[in-house]
């Protein structure tokens, strides 16, 4: 199928989303979803992969959520083309594509909010209040429409994939998530459609962000159990790249996101870094 090109079916409404999908449903196959905002990278498209081995319809929206960005944040400059998605989503044989709008998504007079507590709180909660009311928001409308099956999300965004799992747990959604390995650059540097707001100059000083979580991972397989000592390490390398600065270097509990006090299991390593005015994050799941 890889080699083969099909244009994936484009849908711009709800309505029509649901009448392609339901004879797939009614004929008992299973649908796979990948929700995305676009500006795809192979990180999405394991993803992808992912779903088109495993179910028999696929089906992946891009939808740049604006309810998920705060209003200094990127929401305009984020990068946005359609042309290229449908054209990387047509080499792996996608089924359908949904691309609402706006005014489909939250129509006039729009009014209903998902607050997910607990994992949506720290880190990327504290940094960007309101992110993951918007995400979770966003997540539950489109698990409404496409009824997946299964749904895919990538461990770079690990905090927003236990929002995602606590959203199916407490909504009882009887969808299956599954969360897969990020996808980096040969330098380490995680795939990101933000990665593309970074100059040259500021691409290569952006490796910081995994030198910083195998700092983490060095020290721990040192001996170093305490994770005040892990932290400052890895600030000291991200801060030594000039035009760094910190949003949060956490040490944290990878079902609760809590600090954690000493390091006596698996461990999550998160940073939040901004470069020269683009906010970069990534993780490391640490294992002593
Ligand atoms: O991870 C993303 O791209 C977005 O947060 C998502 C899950 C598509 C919701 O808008």
Known sequence: ?????????LFRTVADLREFLLPW?????????VPTMGALHEGHLSLV???KAETDCTVVSIYVNPTQFGPTEDFARYPRNLERDMELL??????A???PDDAEMYPPGYNTWVEVKGVSEPLEGECRPGHFRGVATVVLKLFNIVQPDVTYFGAKDYQ????????IRDLNLPIELKVLPTVREPDGLAMSSRNSYLSPDARSR???LWKSLQKAQDLLAQGERDPQVIQEAMRQIILSVPGTSIDYVALVDPETLSPVSTITGPTLAAVAVRLEGTRLIDNLLLQP
């Open 1 to 9: 199928m890889k080699d083969e090109v099909s244009r994936p079916k």
């Open 25 to 33: 449903r009614r004929a008992g196959k299973r649908i796979g979803f």
């Open 49 to 51: 992969r992912a779903s």
């Open 90 to 95: 047509s080499h792996e044989g996608v089924e």
């Open 97 to 99: 594509v949904f691309a």
């Open 160 to 167: 927003q994939s236990l929002v995602v799992r606590q959203l």
């Open 206 to 208: 952006a490796t910081v």
